[in-house]
T-cell receptor
Framework: GENVEQHPSTLSVQEGDSAVIKCTYS??????FPWYKQELGKGPQLIID?????GEKKDQRIAVTLNKTAKHFSLHITETQPEDSAVYFC??????????????FGQGTILTVHP | NAGVMQNPRHLVRRRGQEARLRCSPV?????VYWYRQLPEEGLKFMVY????????ESGMPKERFSAEFPKEGPSILRIQQVVRGDSAAYFC?????????????FGPGTRLTVL
């Protein structure tokens, strides 16, 4: 089955700096890669996603890149703010056709943005 | 425009008791996923259901755990004879369909504590 590795496990940055979180996946059939933000005591919230027919996607301060050949994808947050502090999870799945879209998650990155 | 609802938010059980976790998906969503998050770990897939059908339960322990998604009412995750190792956060997610756009919307979770 799919295996997703996520690094780093913790990341501490100063407000205004950039943050980068990286994930690798094992199943070349995976074609959907969402990123979730989880705040303390809450459920994961989708912040951005990318599909395998796209190499990069950007939404304001957040961007995700995908390298299908190397089977890795990354989350980039620019101009970080204290409210970006949370746990971030990457995930991979095979969506469409007879697949069920179940998500395989990375282990999570605790991001702390210091004012 | 209610999102995914889960109840209870917190549940305390003694070893050997039963735990029932409820999930009401986004209105109109017919696909429900359950995930478990152990302390300081990522989310792990447990089971995927459509209305009245269990489609994929490959992530669910063979004993003591069961899930259902009846034609009317919420999806239920049931854990019989709970043990301390069942203590975790259980998240439900729903999705409108299984095509290339397979975004899953997560609920706030139920935090189960087994004494």
């Amino acid at each position: 089955g799919e295996n997703v590795e996520q690094h780093p496990s913790t990341l501490s940055v100063q407000e205004g700096d950039s943050a980068v979180i990286k994930c690798t996946y094992s199943d070349s059939a995976s074609n959907y890669f969402p990123w979730y933000k989880q705040e303390l005591g809450k459920g994961p919230q989708l912040i951005i996603d990318i599909r395998s027919n796209v190499g990069e996607k950007k939404d304001q301060r957040i961007a995700v890149t995908l390298n299908k050949t190397a089977k890795h994808f990354s989350l980039h947050i620019t101009e970080t703010q204290p409210e970006d502090s949370a746990v971030y999870f990457c995930a991979a799945s095979i969506s469409g056709g007879t697949s069920y879209g179940k998500l395989t998650f990375g282990q999570g990155t605790i991001l702390t943005v210091h004012p | 425009n209610a999102g995914v609802m889960q109840n209870p938010r917190h549940l305390v059980r003694r070893r050997g008791q039963e735990a029932r976790l409820r999930c009401s998906p986004v209105k109109g969503h017919s696909h429900v996923y359950w995930y478990r998050q152990l302390p300081e770990e990522g989310l792990k897939f447990m089971v995927y259901l459509q209305k009245e059908n269990i489609i994929d339960e490959s992530g669910m322990p063979k004993e003591r755990f069961s899930a259902e998604f009846p034609k009317e009412g919420p999806s239920i995750l049931r854990i019989q004879q709970v043990v301390r190792g069942d203590s975790a956060a259980y998240f439900c997610a729903s999705s409108p369909r299984l095509d290339i756009r397979t975004e899953q919307f997560f609920g706030p979770g139920t935090r189960l504590t087994v004494l």
